[in-house]
């Protein structure tokens, strides 16, 4: 991208990102996010994704600098030479997942997530779920303590720590991905095409609640559950070259 000039910083409450957001504003300024070239954010993926979420009807790609824990989806931070990093970064485009959740009372709600959704036992017994794809059943039943669908960009974070697989960033699939399958005894899950739709059923939701997850946004007493890619929606981060979303996806399988 060209050299930036007009760039909004924002920073997570914790001490470490609000120290470089006073220090990188008075050498570089402030501008409004809306009249933006970039947007640089500071702290981990937590806020990374935040600021995705907050931002992506404005026309500006994002660059983080971690100033949280792990910062899979952030660079390095340093206050030098910004402008020039900026120049130079890589741009990965990514689109979330749209999830459509009914709850028992008939109610649907609506969120996105660039990482995964997830449906998660909300009581003490094991979920019984069914598995359509593209108005398929696929699973009439699934026993576990949940399953989530994923992103490639989202693929190292629950989805991995669920022994689901990291997805390269354009292998246009998504990951279904059980947590604790019981039944079919350790089916992990499956690979599924990035225009696929997921719909996920619970089976008797009185005796076993389910919440459902987007991204931190949660929906209780669910009954079902639709998720799709939603390419109508992109969000642009930038990298420093040779530390790409492909790369560190590929990195995060030697390591």
């Known amino acids: 991208m060209p050299r930036a000039k007009n760039i909004a910083f924002l920073a997570s409450d914790t001490p470490e990102a609000q120290t470089a957001l006073d220090r990188l504003t008075a050498r570089y300024g402030q501008v409004p996010v809306a009249k933006a070239q970039v947007i640089v954010a500071l702290g981990g993926d937590g806020f990374m994704l935040e600021t995705l979420h907050a931002t992506m009807a404005v026309d500006a790609p994002v660059?983080?600098?971690?100033?949280?824990?792990?910062?899979?989806?952030?660079?390095?931070?340093?206050e030098t030479g910004l402008t020039g990093r900026l120049a130079e970064a890589e741009e990965a485009v990514i689109n979330p997942l749209r999830m459509v959740a009914t709850?028992?009372?008939?109610?649907?709600?609506?969120?996105?997530a660039i990482n995964e959704v997830s449906l998660l036992r909300a009581g003490p017994q094991a979920a019984r779920l069914r598995i359509?794809?593209?108005?398929?059943?696929r699973m009439e039943e699934l026993v576990c303590d949940g399953a989530l669908v994923s992103t490639p960009a989202g693929s190292t974070a629950y989805n991995y720590s669920a022994h689901g697989p990291i997805l390269p960033i354009g292998s246009g699939v998504l990951a279904l991905t059980a947590m604790a399958a019981f039944r079919p005894r350790r089916w992990r899950g499956a690979l599924l095409p990035q225009v696929a739709k997921v719909r996920l059923d619970v089976l008797n939701p009185e005796k076993r609640p389910m919440m459902a997850e987007a991204d931190g946004h949660s929906v209780r007493d669910v009954v079902s559950v639709e998720i799709m890619?939603?390419?109508?929606?992109?969000?642009?981060?930038?990298?420093?070259?040779?530390?790409?979303?492909e790369e560190r996806l590929l990195r995060e399988q030697f390591t």
């Open 63 to 78: 660059y983080g600098m971690n100033r949280g824990t792990v910062g899979f989806l952030m660079n390095d931070y340093r």
């Open 103 to 112: 709850r028992a009372d008939g109610e649907t709600v609506e969120a996105l």
């Open 132 to 137: 359509s794809v593209d108005g398929k059943v």
């Open 229 to 245: 890619i939603d390419a109508s929606i992109t969000h642009r981060l930038l990298f420093d070259p040779g530390h790409g979303l």
